[in-house]
């Protein structure tokens, strides 16, 4: 097992003790132990590079006040550094269009695409928004039927489920169901794969045309590391993400997968999915994440 991150960076800044500003040796030194361990917290490599960079800048020739210690101070602008990476505090969704306002769900299967499409409705009813909940998970066996379940106990409502339809034309309907029954929100939970692939991406694409989404929401389990990168640009370049929710954020990851996704894709991460629960979605705050990179 490797060491945590805050753990490293502990160590790494237990040896800078000088005074005076901070040379690029020193400087040099502490952010070789920080490009380790971001990239053993699985930030992928151009998103370590490139922030490193940035750090290194900052950092050389600044003077070490006598209240903290040169550690101290490399903490707070790695600290900083990630805050700006991370992006915005507490971006909320864009709800700006002629009702239904639509939300499309896209991510892998098991990400908690389902999960969180029903703690936003969730979220949403308690701002009073009427909200309609469908599933064009059609190869998923019981898929629909999840959706239908977390549909009653957000107390929303959901798209009544015609078996063998397909997902375009339960879009389709979604739509003209929202429009005569006054709702406010559309909510559309798509089919994931195991994997990226094209047909997936094509059957998005074509829901997405017709939908003509307000919100293309990318749902990414935390646990899943390097592959954020791929994940978040593929959904980016071919259905076009407006913003990321993170979930399983209440497990022992370490959060990397944001700072790469994050700068991979220039999106902001919107929510953070902290368990099971319908209550269990939070507004991102990138202080926190980056406190919790840091330890
Ligand atoms: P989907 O295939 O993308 O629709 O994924 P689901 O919504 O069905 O979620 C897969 C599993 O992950 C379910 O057992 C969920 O309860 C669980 N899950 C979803 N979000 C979270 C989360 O934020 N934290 C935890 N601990 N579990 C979650």
Redesign the pocket.
Known sequence: MFESLSQRLSGVFDKLTGRGALSEADVTEALREVRVALLEADVALSVVKDFVGRVKARAIGQDVIKSVTPGQLVVKIVHDELIATLGTDGVELNLNAVPPAVIL?V?????????????LAVRLKKDKKKVLLASL?VY?PA?QQ?LEILARQADVGSLPIIMGEMPVAITRRALDVGRKEGYDVVIL?TA?RLHIDQELMAEVAAVRDVAKPVETLL?V??MIGQDAVTLAHEFNEKVGVTGMVL?????DSRGGAALSMRAVTGRPIKF?????KLE??EPFHPDRLAGRILG
Do not use: I
């Open positions: 769900m991510g892998l299967q098991g990400s908690g695409k389902t999960t969180t499409s029903g703690k998970d998923r898929a999840q939970d994931g749902v389990d935390a979930t399983r954020v209440d497990g953070l999915g902290m368990g099971e269990a979605l």
